[in-house]
C-alpha cells in the first residue's frame, strides 16, 4: 500500500503508478474532496481521507457556548483557499443561525482588523479560517496573526485547526494533523488484510476534536462547553 500526503503527492503517484507501481492500492490524506477527481483522473484503487474543516459542528458549539450571541465576524485570507472556508462559513452561519447577523472583517488589513475587534463585546462571535497573509499582502504564520485578532478581541475567537489553539483563541471542532495520518493507517491495514480500495469510500470521518482552551474560557466567563470537550491549559 502506498500512503500519501497533501496534493502533490498523490498527484504524482496516480500519474506515475502504472510505470513505477503497478496494481498499488493508495491511501490518501491531505486533499480536499472537490480536489480528489482533477488529482486521480481515472484511476482506481485508491481511497484515503480528507482535509475538511468543520465548520459547521463549530458553528454549533459556538452556538451553544454563546447562545445569546448577536453577531458574526468572519477572518480569512484573502486567496483562492481562504475565500473557499469563508464562503463555508458563512453558508453554515446562514443555514444554522438565519437571524445572526455576519461581516467579514477580510479586506481589512490586519491593524483595522484589530481596531475592529477591539469594540465587540461577549456577545460577538468571529470565525477565523485559514489567516496568514492579510489583505495588504503582508505574510506572518497563521498563528500569529490569529494571535493579533485573538488579543485584541473583546469577543471569542472560534478556530478550526488544533495548531492555532495557543493564539489566545477559544477554540472548536478542530481538525487534528494526528488524526487524518492515524484513520488513514487504519485504511492501510483493512487493504493489507484483503478489502479492496474501490470498497472504501473515502470520507472525513473522526478527524476531528472539539478542543478549547480553558485559560480563554476563563477570560471570557464561558462554560457551557459540549460534553465531549477536551481542554488545553486546564
Do not use: M
Amino acid at each position: 500500500v502506498i500512503l500519501t500526503s497533501d496534493d502533490k503527492a498523490l498527484e504524482t503517484v496516480a500519474r506515475n503508478r502504472s510505470e513505477l507501481f503497478p496494481g498499488v492500492p493508495v491511501v490518501f490524506t491531505g486533499v480536499y474532496r472537490e480536489a480528489l477527481p482533477g488529482l486521480v483522473g481515472s484511476e482506481r484503487g485508491i481511497t484515503g481521507i480528507f482535509e475538511d474543516q468543520d465548520v459547521r459542528t463549530t458553528i454549533r458549539y459556538a452556538l451553544g457556548i454563546q447562545p445569546r450571541a448577536r453577531a458574526a465576524y468572519l477572518v480569512s485570507d484573502r486567496n483562492e483557499s481562504g475565500r473557499a472556508i469563508e464562503a463555508r462559513l458563512a453558508g453554515a452561519l446562514a443555514e444554522t443561525a438565519p437571524a445572526l447577523a455576519v461581516t467579514s472583517l477580510s479586506d481589512l488589513p490586519i491593524e483595522s482588523i484589530e481596531g475592529r475587534v477591539k469594540s465587540l463585546g461577549p456577545d460577538d462571535l468571529i470565525f477565523i479560517g485559514s489567516y496568514s497573509i492579510d489583505s495588504e499582502g503582508k505574510t506572518f504564520s497563521g498563528e500569529t496573526l490569529i494571535g493579533k485578532v485573538a488579543g485584541a478581541s473583546k469577543a471569542p475567537v472560534y478556530v478550526l485547526n488544533t495548531h492555532h489553539l495557543g493564539t489566545g483563541a477559544l477554540g472548536g471542532n478542530l481538525l487534528s494533523p494526528y488524526l487524518p495520518g492515524a484513520t488513514a493507517g487504519d485504511l492501510a491495514l483493512r487493504i493489507l488484510a484483503g478489502e479492496s480500495a474501490d470498497a472504501i469510500e473515502p470520507h472525513a470521518t473522526g478527524i476531528h476534536t472539539p478542543l478549547y482552551d480553558w485559560k480563554v474560557a476563563i477570560r471570557f466567563g464561558l462554560t457551557d462547553f459540549p460534553p465531549n470537550a477536551s481542554f488545553t491549559n486546564a
